[in-house]
């Protein structure tokens, strides 16, 4: 303990450096306002409400909004009717691709892959021994892409579950070019995750 704390004595201003450079990152709340950009597949539409007197509430990822249609629409409800229509979304496309990316992935035999989604604050996905691939629901605010190179990833760990040589081979045997969709993750992956 005396090490750690005689380290960060040593670079007190290193480490304040790196504490504002996040305090910066930090974005702000959403609000869940008319007009507001939200994510969706990689590109930001505008929220529009529809307030609704009899039919149930509903959210629609139209080609130009995001429209939600609600009795009620104040923020928290707002907020978490988009998040179920971000998980209904996610429900579907994310069985898809993992399906699709299961027929070329030669090694996980003919036993089944469970898909598992969550919301997650700082990890896109899992796998685990069980065989069940865990992606966060927050993807499906970024490109399709990276959705692909997400799940190539955790089936790649169906075969190696560490991230040592062999399975950055596998990864490049079956996802080349991994690394743009990684960085752009990198670089954007706060903005997904915004609520």
Known sequence: MR????TLRCNLTR???FVQRLR???LPALTYHEGELHWFSGRQY???????SQSAARVRFEPDRISIESEHLDRDR?????QSGYRQQAKERFRQR????LERAWWTGAQPVHLALRRMRRTWGTCSKQRVVRLNTHLIKAPA???DYIISHELCHLQEMHHGPAFHRLMDAFAPGWQAPH?????QGRLYLQE
């Open 145 to 147: 892409h990276c959705l």
């Open 3 to 6: 090490r750690v704390r005689d």
């Open 46 to 52: 505008p929220l529009v409400f529809r307030p609704q």
């Open 183 to 187: 960085a752009l993750l990198r670089r």
């Open 98 to 101: 993992l399906d699709r990316l």
């Open 78 to 82: 707002l907020r978490r009717l988009l």
């Open 15 to 17: 480490v304040e450096r």
């Open 24 to 26: 910066a990152m930090r």
